[in-house]
């Protein structure tokens, strides 16, 4: 049993940053990786970065690519997102998500963070 304690998010401009910070707790040992996640209004829950525990490789969606950080900590049980340069298309609802095993989809699903960005 894993549990996803999320913290983070808010009101930004354009340019501006923000951390997000995803923190998972209970039984960590079998997770392979973390990830973020995010969703606006009327469509599907796409994926933004992603990081493996034990490894630290990573992994980004095209949008965010050169702008977005992801790390870990806490031997991997902690995973962070740094999101710089921020743009209003980036405005969404955050997820923190876990994968099991290297071939095991997305699975454990933190609250949601809202993140807005303004013009």
């Known amino acids: 049993q894993v549990q996803l304690a999320v913290s983070g998010g808010g009101s930004v401009q354009a340019g501006g940053s923000l951390r997000l910070s995803c923190a998972a707790s209970?039984?960590?040992?079998?997770?392979?990786?973390m990830g973020w996640f995010r969703q606006v209004t009327g469509k599907e829950r796409e994926f933004v970065a992603g990081?493996?525990?034990?490894?630290?490789?990573?992994n980004y969606a095209d949008s965010v690519k050169g702008r977005f950080t992801i790390s870990r900590d806490n031997y991997g049980n902690n995973v962070h997102l740094q999101m710089s340069s921020l743009k209003p298309e980036d405005t969404a609802v955050y997820y923190c998500?876990?994968?099991?095993?290297?071939?095991?989809?997305?699975?454990?699903w933190g609250q949601g963070t809202q993140v807005t960005v303004s013009s």
């Open positions: 998500s876990v994968k099991v095993t290297k071939a095991s989809s997305w699975s454990e």
């Open positions: 209970g039984r960590t040992l079998n997770i392979y990786a």
């Open positions: 990081i493996v525990r034990g490894a630290g490789s990573t």
